[in-house]
């Protein structure tokens, strides 16, 4: 038997015959067309015609033969099929002749997949289905699936939405693995082992609503100045064993995801609506952060410390901003609760907004939905000073928590975000170079770099709108084990855990700091799982996106020909996004089908033409005319001219990066 050096030695001699003769491993990389790439180990992109690309799947580990063409260009042909991750996918059924065949719903992938006369499950054309891969296409390039389940027609109430829960693997939890009894003991025996907080009124502000409720607030002024405000959040980690089932299931999910017409709990519905949520008149088990804010909102102090606690009250958004916002917030039962946290809420945004990074608010619409579970009407939402007090509230016990596990932990789990993508600071630079010549732009790598140019473009803004181009190249949040710094709230570091009903990362948090309460070894993701856990948020928000477009595509079909009021949302190559400021909808607007020609400036992500152009976040206005529901796109024109605007430089517009 070969020993550790000798299969080491061994592998890589394979490894450098491959290079000798020009085989390389690498991955499917498909694309709009028939065509796709074998992105190699090494960073290269070698191009797979489609003859080849018939031989596989998209994300496919191949072996290839690379050789170059006579125009110098990288080619593959496909040697040796590795591992496929495709097992399940949806799509269309449809027929050809005597052929039936499901086109997937895939990136990438353009071609039709057969499904034997056995394996159809009596689907019917146009169904939307969901099925699993029987055969692979290599080499004959010939794939076969069967139907694992017919989704629904077109048409059907909740398609949209259960289309989207099979495209992702969303699944709901199995019901019966909750035994409330038992529930009922844990509840009372740990409740007893715990600080008494249940003679605070503690309220919580939510929507009217809302069953999950894992958060609640109480304030008080003090005498010598300042406030002390107490977060409770609920603790399900006490109820909820790591490495169960009802865990696993939580994990894989990483949080609940809010669709139209229903809500993916990341926890069993008896769990997160009733044995965790903080209903008033119930004693609940809490994490509660006390915080000692100063009279400038810095907060001066604070305790984590678990406890039991019994809410006084369940509000919501709309009662409390209108007993705050009336003049006379004492006729409120809760009322000097209420007038604490607003006063508290005050003095918190000021620190914010001087000390870190407050953004905007983000246009936020809901669907309402019909009998048929289709949109009726679109209406956008208003953030109250309701609203405020429990961002407020929640940001500063975040940020005493990723303190907490700084100061007393190794590793943990932060939430991050890195500013600007590298392969942009140049774009950004340049632009600040072009509009704003003064400014000094070498520090914009860094949080406290990136904080002050964000400052400066609120407090400085150009005529060209630098801070939404700014916007559009940054780089994604991100998980980390190390509190590293985030730069959209201008913080060194930051970490979440006031809603550990809803989000995995949260209830992960809870243990952490639950550990180290009790002095035990806290408990860790290990990098696999972090990876995991982001992709499962990717996932669930793009079945939560995509679902929510399908409903809005269909409900533009009832609006063709309609005028409204919109911004320019995004540019491409060939025109802009336009997104309506009434209902949200986003539809594309087609420069090019205008006599007046447009040069597209990739740099500044502007269209100017002779007599016009049109900028990121310019008005417009313009009328829905066509919505392709296949490809779920909406369609708009320009209804008016837009203003004459010059362009920004008089250099060449540079070509879209």
Same mark, same amino acid.
């Given at each position: 038997m070969l020993n550790s050096d000798a299969l080491t030695q061994l592998k890589q001699f394979k490894q450098d015959l491959r290079i000798a003769n020009n085989r390389f491993e690498g991955t499917v990389k498909g694309s709009p067309g028939r065509f796709g790439f074998a992105v190699l180990d090494d960073g290269r992109e070698c191009f797979l015609n489609p003859d080849e690309m018939q031989k596989v799947f998209p994300g496919d580990r191949i072996l290839v033969e690379v050789s170059q063409d006579d125009k110098g260009r990288d080619v593959a042909k496909v040697v040796q099929h590795m591992r496929s991750e495709l097992k399940y996918f949806v799509g269309r059924y449809f027929t050809r002749g005597q052929g039936h065949f499901v086109e997937p719903d895939l990136m990438g992938m353009n071609r039709w997949i057969f499904i034997p006369p056995k394996k159809r499950q009596q689907a019917h054309v146009n169904d939307l289905v969901l099925c699993r891969v029987l055969q692979h296409p290599f080499p004959e390039g010939k794939p076969q699936a069967e139907v694992v389940k017919i989704i629904g027609k077109p048409g059907a109430s909740g398609l949209e939405v259960n289309y989207m829960l099979a495209k992702y693997n969303l699944q709901a939890h199995n019901r019966a693995s909750i035994n409330e009894a038992e529930l009922q003991k844990q509840v009372a025996a740990e409740l007893e082992k715990r600080k008494d907080l249940r003679e605070t009124p503690f309220v919580t502000i939510d929507a009217a609503s809302t069953q999950d409720m894992d958060d609640a607030l109480f304030a008080?002024?003090?005498?010598?100045?300042?406030?002390? *405000? $107490?977060?409770?959040?609920?603790?399900?980690s006490s109820l909820? !064993?790591?490495?169960?089932?009802?865990?696993?299931?939580?994990?894989? $999910?990483?949080?609940?995801?809010?669709?139209?017409?229903?809500?993916?709990? +990341? *926890?069993?519905?008896?769990l997160a609506n009733h044995f965790c949520s903080l209903k008033s008149g119930e004693d609940r088990l809490a994490l509660v952060c006390t915080m000692q804010i100063d009279a400038d909102g810095a907060i001066s102090s604070y305790t984590i410390e678990e406890a039991a606690i019994r809410c006084a009250a369940n509000l919501a958004y709309e009662d409390v901003a209108a007993a705050l916002t009336s003049?006379?917030?004492?006729?409120?039962?809760?009322?000097?609760? $209420?007038?604490? *946290?607003n006063d508290v809420r005050t003095a918190l945004a000021s620190h914010r907004r001087e000390h870190a990074l407050v953004n905007e608010d983000r246009p936020d619409y809901q669907l309402e939905l019909d009998e048929n579970g289709k949109v009726k009407n679109i209406y956008r939402k208003i953030n109250s000073v309701a609203h405020s007090i429990v961002e407020?509230? +929640?940001?500063?016990s975040n940020r005493c928590a990723a303190d907490f596990l700084k100061q007393n932990t190794e590793r943990s789990l932060y939430t991050s975000h890195s500013g600007f993508r590298p392969e942009r600071l140049d774009q950004i630079k340049q632009i600040v170079s072009e509009q704003i010549s003064d400014y000094d732009c070498s520090n914009l790598h860094t949080w406290e770099g990136f904080k002050k140019f964000m400052d400066f473009l609120d407090a400085n803004p150009p005529e060209v709108p630098v801070k939404a181009i700014a916007n559009r190249l940054l780089a994604r949040g991100? $998980?980390?084990?190390?509190?590293? !710094?985030?730069?959209? +709230?201008? *913080?060194?570091?930051y970490t979440t855990f006031t809603s550990p009903i809803r989000k995995y990362v949260d209830l992960s948090i809870h243990r952490q700091i639950k550990g180290v309460l009790k002095s035990q070894k806290p408990h860790t993701l290990n990098d696999k799982a972090i990876q995991q856990l982001q992709e499962s948020l990717r996932a669930g928000r793009s079945a939560v996106n995509e679902s929510e477009t399908w409903l809005k595509c269909e409900y533009a079909q009832t609006l063709i020909g309609k005028t409204f009021d919109g911004v320019v949302q995004h540019t491409t190559g060939s025109g802009f996004q336009a997104r309506l400021d009434e209902n949200g909808i986003e539809g594309m607007v087609n420069l090019g089908a205008l006599q007046e020609k447009f040069r597209f400036d990739g740099t500044y992500f502007q269209h100017t033409g002779e007599h016009r152009q049109f900028r990121l976040e310019q008005p417009v206005k313009v009328t829905i005319t066509a919505v392709d529901m296949e490809k779920k796109l909406i369609q708009m024109e320009l209804a008016e001219p837009a203003p004459v605007a010059q362009p920004v430089t008089a250099e060449e517009p540079q070509a879209e990066q």
């Open positions: 008080t002024a003090k005498p010598e100045g300042g406030w002390e *405000l $107490l977060a409770a959040i609920a603790d399900p909820i !064993p790591e490495g169960g089932d009802i865990d696993k299931y939580a994990q894989r $999910l990483g949080s609940s995801f809010y669709f139209a017409d229903r809500t993916l709990p +990341m *926890l069993p519905a008896k003049g006379d917030a004492s006729a409120h039962a809760q009322g000097a609760t $209420l007038q604490a *946290l407020e509230a +929640m940001v500063a991100a $998980l980390s084990d190390q509190p590293c !710094p985030h730069f959209g +709230m201008g *913080l060194p570091h």
